[in-house]
């Protein structure tokens, strides 16, 4: 074991020369390459390491470029009675609708809701239930976000709208110091539990610098909030259903690269998928792969392609909540496989990859078998597709070579 | 994925996308513009498309607001965001249309009232109660102050100069009506009935504080007296009042909203937020600004440069009125009709009353390095909301020396009694350090709880146990 395998930027360094050369093999475009390998030496002043064949699959899946995943829908299950194909978006709706069928406080509201948002998560709720309760709001996510609080203390069923992720900071406030301690301060007297804040969440491809953030974590240090995060339409509309009728502000973050690509069976009546609990997609002996939204589907590559290629049994978690988070699912996982790898849309450093890699450290420190690894975003931030950002392509991609090579490299330290 | 209803919804996606990215282009086209650098035909094309596209939704809008039809003949601007004339001779507004919004009010600094058919007729015990309030405010403020300065308690901030903006408010409003405070509004809750033990609870953080002890003193808040917990960062209420108030509209229960904030917190982008949300929103709110002439050390000049808070309302659209704050009847007359309009029309009113922070801004602060003695006195001996109160009781015959030598006496005491009472309870119990962070215990704070407590008892002898609840 060379103490070198315990660096980062070396790793960093093999994963970002396997993906060079993938794009090399299918862009096909020898600016965008000379642009990659320069980008990797300027920014770690180190010359990429070979990697062997082995670990880099020769996939059939390389004319991938718009979608860097394949969706995997939901196994059906007629549990809570009649399906109807629905993709993300429509699931959202459905939730949406059963709400206001079934309460009628409840209010939905933000920027251009009333016509059915700019995701057409809201289409026809208005002209369903009438325009006091599905409404467009001033254009002000700290207005919106404060009014849904007050509508909340005041008794009503509050779901807010933040038009992006991207655009929820002007209400950091008034999330994190006033909803987030509604309760505590007040001593149980007043509360905005009835608040749940829906935000389209996550790369999209085209989302360049300010449609594509996962800002997840900047909330998962703020007691007092529940953040959840979807990787279906099915578990989309059982969670958000869940974050409305949960007693505390909830931020419900929806992976909008999934709003058309992903389609399920979705119940239509309303069921709850039950917060702060993860779930194990798929047994596995040797390594738990962790991630949520999105990233998820990534993973679930990256188990078949670990079996595949390197005949590692992966177990496949969705973590699902953010905060408060599942600390004993994953544990009890790492536990069993002695190897974790978490990864994240987000940048890495503070992501919260390093939550719960620091708390599988302490909790699960003997039954560890090599370091937690983290693959998660490595842009400083993003930018424009159409310039031919090379970080972007990077992450859109190539993430599951890159989670393959770091099985390989990292927890496995094969060559 | 094929159904015909996602398609259709698909284009609808499609579109709003295409559509937003020319805005975004024709704004970048108008940057370019100003900077003088030369334009292309490309640009040119998106311009026309995005103004086409405004049409579009003009229309849209129009079609919601029934504006004017789009044939008619009339040379009237068509703009969706404005309606009025078009002028041919160049001319900026004035930032002051008026010179200065007049300050209404009700009695003159003697007492008397000017104008007879303003005088709201309020009933002797009642003007009584309002001056018992404004006095024992003051005695708790004095006392509470004082225990500071001997370090009994570790934080206060007084209300000297504007019991009767909290008063006369207070009084005018319905018990069930909800209030969002800022912190200097002891009054309000004081005139709905909270406890002098309750206040005192809360500046000791003791066992009997309904907030559990959790918050800085003078964070005050009653479940009871709909009175919401004080938060300490600035104007963050504000939207939140918007907020309530829409609630309270759609429950036809009338009832409305008042939001107290001070003319600093008034500069917070949450304070726009508010005003925008609830005008646009037609809640049944008060926005109640206590213009007192400083933020801290920061004078009003300092703040902003319109004519104060009340020159806003127009702005949003919202009916604003500025009252002397230390005129007890007028603060009462101005909530009393602004709040019988706010529930009847479902629309937002703001009141601008002045009024003057005659203490220190709190227990940190020292006023003396940025306001002149004078200054002070001025307000303390010439201008006093409850001198001017006790002028009026005295022209009446319903107050004299000797009650006033009794109240002084009955009032102290009762401040004393509550004040040694707290004094002597005990703290908080640990555990309420974790309750109440989510409605029910996560796992991990369940964890740390316990942890604290294995803590505790295997190291007592270093904590001061005994000065807890158990
Ligand atoms: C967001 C925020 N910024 C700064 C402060 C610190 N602060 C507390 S009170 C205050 C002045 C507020 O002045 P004003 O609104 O006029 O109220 P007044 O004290 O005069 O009653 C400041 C700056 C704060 N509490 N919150
Ligand atoms: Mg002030």
Redesign the interface.
Known sequence: MSLTSFSPSWSDTTAMAAAARFLLRTAGSKASITNVNSCVHSKLGLTPLRVSPSCIPHAKTQKRHAAHFTFQPDPVSTKYGPMQKMNLFQSVTSALDNTLASDPTAVIFGEDVAFGGVFRCTVGLRDKYGKDRVFNTPLCEQGIVGFGIGLAVAGATAIAEIQFADYIFPAFDQIVNEAAKYRYRSGNLFDCGNLTIRAPWGCVGHGSLYHSQSPEAFFAHCPGIKVVIPRGPVQAKGLLLSCIADKNPCIFFEPKILYRAAVDQVPVEPYQIPLSQAEVLQEGSDVTLVAWGTQVHVIREVAAMAQEKLGVSCEVVDLQTILPWDTETVCKSVVKTGRLLISHEAPVTGGFAAEISSTVQEECFLNLEAPIARVCGRRTSWTSEFSISPPIRLNLILSQYMLTTEIARRLFRMH | ?Q?IY?NK??K??RL??RT?LKIKMAAIGGLRRLCKISFNAVCQNNRLKASRLCQYRAF?VNGILHQQPFDSPTEKPQFPGASADFVDHLEFIQPNVISGIPVYRVMDRQGQIINPSEDPQIPKEEVLNFYQKMTLLNTMDRILYESQRQGRISFYMTNYGEEGTHIGSAAALDPND?V?GQYREAGVLMYRGFPLDLFMAQCYANAD????G??MPV?Y???DLNF??I?S?LA?Q???????????K?ENSNRAVICYFGEGAASE??A???F??AA??ECPIIFFCRNNGYAISTPTNEQYRGDGIAARGPGYGMLSIRVDGNDVFAVYNATKEARRRAIAENQPFLIEAMTYRIGHHSTSDDSSAYRSVDEVNYWDKQDHPISRLRHYMTARGWWGEDEERAWRKQSRKLVMEAFEKAERRLKPRPELLF??????M????EKQKESLWRHLQQYKEHYPLDLYDK
């Open positions: 994925m159904s996602f919804i698909t609808g996606v709003v996308k937003d849209r909800l969002f504080d309904l907030g559990k959790r918050q964070h808040g009653s479940r919401v917990t938060s960062p963050t504000i939207p939140q009042a918007a907020g309530a108030a829409y609630a309270m759609r982008g949450d726009h937020a508010g925008n949300f646009t929103l309750s109440d962070v989510y409605q029910e996560p796992t991990s704070l």
